[in-house]
C-alpha cells in the first residue's frame, strides 16, 4: 500500500521534523497491515466521495468513472471493464443525488416501469430512510438494482443495470456497493474526544487511527483515508490527517501560533492559499520531490491557550478527491468547550424538482459536469 505521507517527500532535519517522520513511517506500516482492501469478490476497492453533494461509495478501482448532469439530478457512472464482442461494459453502477419532492415509490416510478419486480425492501443508511428494489426487463434478459434515500427535500441513489449473466457474475462487487452507500453528515461522524484539553473532532468511520503519541505537552494523532486511488502492482494510496495539539506561544494567539507553525515547517512547505476558516485559518501547500508532488491542507485553531492543526497530506492526483472532505472534517473540531457550530451542508439547496426520467445513458457519451 503507498501512502501520502510515505517517503514521497523529505522533512527538514529538526527535532520536531524526525519526530513527525518517525510517526509518518509508523502509520504507513499501520495502514499497510489493515490488509489489501479487497471486496467480497476480490476486488481491490477505492472510495469515491462527493463533497458537494455529501455522499461517498465504494467501487472497483478496475471501473471507469464517468458523470452527468440532466434536469436537475447529478449522476456518477461506475462502469465494469468492456468485455464481449461489442466491447462495452456489461454492468454499470449509477451514483445520483438530485432534489426531490414526491416519496421515493413515486420517484421510483420512471425506473419500473414496464419491468418485471423481483423484489422491495426498506432502507436506512446514516439514519436517511428509503427503499431498494429489484427488478428485471420483461424478457429477463437485462437485471436491475435501485436504492433511494430521501431526507430534506433531497434523494441520494444508487441504480445498477447489466446483462443478466454479468449482473449475476458480480453479484458480491454489486453487494459491496451497495452496503458502502455512505451519507456523509459532518454532525453524524464518531466523535474522538481529548477531554484533557477539551478538544473534540468528529472522524468518519471510513478513516483509520494509525498514530498517537505525546511530549513537551504537545500531542500528535495520525489517520489514514480510505483507499482513494490504486498503484501500479494493487498498492492502495491514501490520504493522510495528523492532528497537532500543543500550547500556544507565551503570550500568543492564532496568528502567534500560525508563525511559529510555519516557521517550524520550513521552505520545503510552499504556501499556494491563505484564507479564514471559521475563526481559524486554512492554508494549502505544495511540497516536491524528484519522485512526486504532494498538497497539503492545513487548518489553524486557538483557544484557550491551546493551538490545534489538521494537516491533511495527499499525493497530488488525489488532493482534489480529498479536499473538501477536509472541510467536512475540520468543520467538526471543538475547542475548549466552543458551542457547536453549524457544520457544513452537505448538499446544494437546489429547487424542487418532480420524478425525473431515467438516468442518461452510462454507455452513452454524457454531457460532463466536471469532477
Known sequence: MSTTSSSRRKLRTTGSSRAL?????????????????????????????????GVSLRHPASWRGDQAEQEGVWYRYFLAPPAGPQNRAPVSVT??????????????????????????????????????????????????????????????????QGDAVAVEKSQATLDEMWSSLTVER????PVRRWRDVETTLGIP???????????????????????????????????????????????????????????????????????????????IMRTETPVAVTFIKRFYFAAGGRGCSLSFEAREDIFPRMSRWADYIASTLRMSGEPEA???????????????????SATAAPRKAGR
Open 95 to 160: 451514483l445520483l443525488a438530485g432534489a426531490m419532492a414526491v416519496p421515493v415509490e413515486t420517484y421510483a416510478q420512471s425506473y419500473l416501469a414496464g419491468h418485471s419486480l423481483v423484489s422491495t425492501r426498506d432502507e436506512e443508511r446514516q439514519g436517511v430512510k428509503g427503499r431498494s428494489w429489484v427488478f428485471a426487463s420483461a424478457d429477463g434478459a437485462t437485471r436491475y438494482r435501485l436504492l433511494l434515500l430521501a431526507a430534506n427535500g433531497r434523494v441520494v441513489g444508487l441504480y445498477a
Open 342 to 360: 453549524a457544520v457544513l451542508p452537505t448538499a446544494d439547496a437546489a429547487a424542487p424538482s418532480a420524478a425525473p426520467s431515467a438516468p442518461p
Open 205 to 283: 468511520a471510513s478513516w483509520t487511527q494509525t498514530r498517537e503519541f505525546s511530549g513537551g505537552g504537545t500531542r500528535l494523532v495520525q489517520y489514514a483515508s480510505p483507499p482513494l486511488a490504486v498503484d501500479r502492482g494493487d498498492q492502495t494510496v491514501h490520504a493522510s490527517l495528523s492532528v497537532t495539539l500543543e500550547p500556544l506561544p507565551a503570550g500568543g494567539g492564532l496568528p502567534e501560533y500560525y508563525q511559529a507553525t510555519r516557521a517550524k515547517l520550513g521552505e520545503n512547505f510552499q504556501v499556494t492559499s491563505h484564507q479564514g476558516f471559521r475563526g481559524g485559518y486554512v492554508d
Open 21 to 53: 517522520a518517525a510517526a509518518v513511517v509508523a502509520a504507513a506500516l499501520a495502514a499497510a497491515v489493515l490488509g489489501a482492501c479487497r471486496g467480497r469478490g476480490g476486488e481491490t476497492f477505492v472510495t469515491y466521495f462527493s463533497g458537494e453533494h
Open 186 to 189: 459532518p454532525r453524524d461522524y
